[in-house]
């Protein structure tokens, strides 16, 4: 992607619900007192589609010396799509990195393995009971079902690269 010299700030992606909020509520939740800041720009693409890219960036917390702060790209066919998959890869990253710091509170769902890497295997015609990957890497019927939806996205994701 290029990165023109002047990309546009953005605080509209706070504005609706979606991923730049929960993110917020998350860093909130640990003492963050600014929220992310996304910025946005056009990218040229074949084909004549319009294409967004959007980086979002968090800084370090300067009460948590391990908090240093993360920087993310993507891109999407609008600004606010782009934001949902910008702010998305930071949450989980931070969930990964500290679900421990982040139990109750608004990450209580989130998962804390990568979507993408986790394979949860049933036992044949056992569908309703959780098997040994779902039971060491969810805590809760919530963070499963976000498992799931996070999975699904995973590989819509993939779909469009």
Known sequence: ??????????????????????????????GYTEPP????????????????????????????????????????????EAAQVTAQAMLLNICQRFGDELTGGPAASIPRADPAAAEWKQADGCALFRGRGERAESSSPAMSAMMAVLKLFSQREDTYS
């Open 1 to 30: 992607m290029d990165v023109p010299a002047s990309p546009h700030p953005s605080e509209a992606f706070l504005s609706e619900f979606g991923t730049p909020t929960l993110l917020w509520r998350v860093l909130q939740s640990v």
């Open 37 to 80: 800041q996304y910025s946005w720009w056009e990218v040229d693409m074949t084909g004549g589609l319009q294409w967004f890219a959007v980086q979002g960036v968090v800084p370090p917390h300067g009460g948590r010396p391990a908090w240093t702060g993360w920087t993310c790209n993507s891109d999407g066919q609008t600004p606010w």
